[in-house]
T-cell receptor
Framework: DSGVTQTPKHLITATGQRVTLRCSPR?????VYWYQQSLDQGLQFLIQ???????AKGNILERFSAQQFPDLHSELNLSSLELGDSALYFC????????????????FGPGTRLTVL | GDSVTQMEGPVTLSEEAFLTINCTYT??????LFWYVQYPGEGLQLLLK?????DKGSNKGFEATYRKETTSFHLEKGSVQVSDSAVYFC??????????FGKGTRLHILP
């Protein structure tokens, strides 16, 4: 158990819909990362938040957005869903104290499997 | 930009065989290097890591040594078990605090 929790575990929805995925980081971790894992694209970094603020952006579509709340949990919002958005979405967290100047180990949650029909 | 290249799978071995999964990287500066493992139906778990040149990471019988001169971080295990069947990802930490993953290598161990 990594200490990172994600809900829901499975999500089935239809094209055009909007869903929200939730992540709670490990206690004490300030950074949250979102990844998409699909068969054809592999593991893709989407976005990172650090202590409530967006820190880094990867291959995230404009239809997708995320936020990190004061209690450090994060939500990934996916809208206007398409068939190709079906994938495993992982959240990871790390300490990432800026003064340390190095990337800490990321600890991954169990993922949310999204199926768009 | 920074990148990680690892050998393509699947890799199929018999139980108790020696395992090597090759990983090379391209990066500016001195990244930390990681191996993550993903068991069927689960998320990624950190297997081992090394933070500077010549460091050796080890865990559960797996080892990898940070080789700056060859920009490599090959994963090895002396005697694999059926329970090691999983997908293995090599990764590095980039200067802008991202983790760059390789495409993953699927490992099948036959009893």
């Amino acid at each position: 158990d990594s200490g990172v929790t994600q809900t829901p575990k499975h999500l089935i929805t239809a094209t055009g819909q909007r869903v929200t995925l939730r992540c709670s980081p490990r206690s004490g971790d300030l950074s949250v990362y979102w990844y998409q894992q699909s068969l054809d694209q592999g593991l893709q970094f989407l976005i990172q938040y650090y202590n409530g603020e967006e820190r880094a952006k990867g291959n995230i579509l404009e239809r997708f957005s995320a936020q990190q709340f004061p209690d450090l949990h994060s939500e990934l919002n996916l809208s206007s869903l398409e068939l190709g958005d079906s994938a495993l979405y992982f959240c990871a967290s790390s300490v990432s104290r800026e003064r340390e100047g190095r990337t800490d180990t990321q600890y991954f949650g169990p993922g949310t499997r999204l199926t768009v029909l | 930009g920074d990148s990680v290249t690892q050998m393509e799978g699947p890799v199929t071995l018999s139980e108790e065989a020696f395992l090597t999964i090759n990983c090379t990287y391209t990066a500016t500066g001195y990244p930390s290097l990681f191996w993550y493992v993903q068991y069927p139906g689960e998320g990624l778990q950190l297997l081992l890591k090394a933070t500077k040149a010549d460091d050796k990471g080890s865990n559960k019988g797996f080892e990898a040594t940070y080789r700056k001169e060859t920009t490599s971080f090959h994963l090895e295990k002396g005697s694999v078990q059926v329970s090691d069947s999983a997908v293995y990802f090599c990764a590095l930490s980039s200067r802008d605090d991202k983790i760059i993953f390789g495409k993953g290598t699927r490992l099948h161990i036959l009893p």
